[in-house]
């Protein structure tokens, strides 16, 4: 199914290592968000993008980075400062970013340190 | 920041049952309320959504209702199927762009 995707699948990350995931949208929405999922706790906001060449810190931005140059694509980057990467993560977007709006998700990238 | 807390973290039910999931929130100011729906090995999907200035609304077997003097919100799910079988969140919004999830429910429907 379209409109979100996200890839790869899985991610292996090696010590040190910087590694990108992918995000790419064709619902023509404002809006994108990258989520971190860890076994028991709920989705928390990494970073989020409303406009292109904008971007804003969630609650746990630390450790990662990401760009906004086209509307359709939010590539997020794991760098090495963070040390607790593994993880799902999930992106999503939504139409303007306003209050209200349904949240659309990719199918995720599981991220795992070697 | 707000804080939404879920419970309880795993519900088994017998087929034909109802399920019920309980979210609080700390924030008075929060006004809208989603549900979401993750199978396993699948996105999280949107069933059903609250606004502050309604206090139930219902789809088919799906219903959510909204305290917010309690300042809780809660899922009920009646005539449980082996489909509804899934990881439930709850998410509070403020105002704008930031959603706050719960931690999540994993029901299981016992055919």
């Known amino acids: 199914d379209g409109g979100i995707t996200q890839s790869p699948k899985y991610l292996f990350r090696k010590e040190g290592q910087n590694v990108t995931l992918s995000c790419e949208q064709n619902?023509?929405?404002?809006?994108m968000y990258w989520y971190r999922q860890d076994p028991g706790q709920g989705l928390r906001l990494i970073y989020y993008s409303q406009i292109v060449n904008d971007f804003q810190k969630g609650d746990i931005a630390e450790g990662y980075s990401v760009s906004r140059e086209k509307k359709e694509s939010f590539p997020l980057t794991v760098t090495s400062a963070q040390k607790n990467p593994t993880a799902f993560y999930l992106c999503?977007?939504?139409?303007?970013?306003?209050?209200?709006?349904?949240?659309?998700f990719g199918s995720g990238t599981q991220l795992s340190v070697l | 920041g707000e804080n939404v807390e879920q419970h309880p973290s795993t519900l088994s039910v017998q087929e034909g049952d109802s399920a019920v999931i309980k979210c609080t929130y700390s924030?008075?100011?929060?006004?809208?309320f989603p549900w979401y729906k993750q199978e396993l090995g699948k996105r999280p999907q949107l069933i059903i959504d609250?606004?502050?200035?309604?206090g139930e609304k219902k789809d088919q077997r799906i219903a959510v209702t909204l305290n917010k003097t309690a300042k809780h919100f809660s899922l009920h799910i009646t005539e449980t199927q082996p489909e509804d079988s899934a990881v439930y969140f709850c998410?509070?919004?403020?105002?704008?762009?930031?959603?706050?999830f719960g931690t999540g429910t994993s029901l299981t429907v016992i055919p």
């Open positions: 924030d008075s100011a929060s006004n809208y």
């Open positions: 999503a977007s939504s139409p303007r970013g306003a209050a209200n709006e349904k949240l659309f």
């Open positions: 619902l023509n929405h404002d809006a």
């Open positions: 998410a509070a919004s403020i105002a704008g762009n930031q959603f706050y």
């Open positions: 609250i606004r502050s200035n309604v």
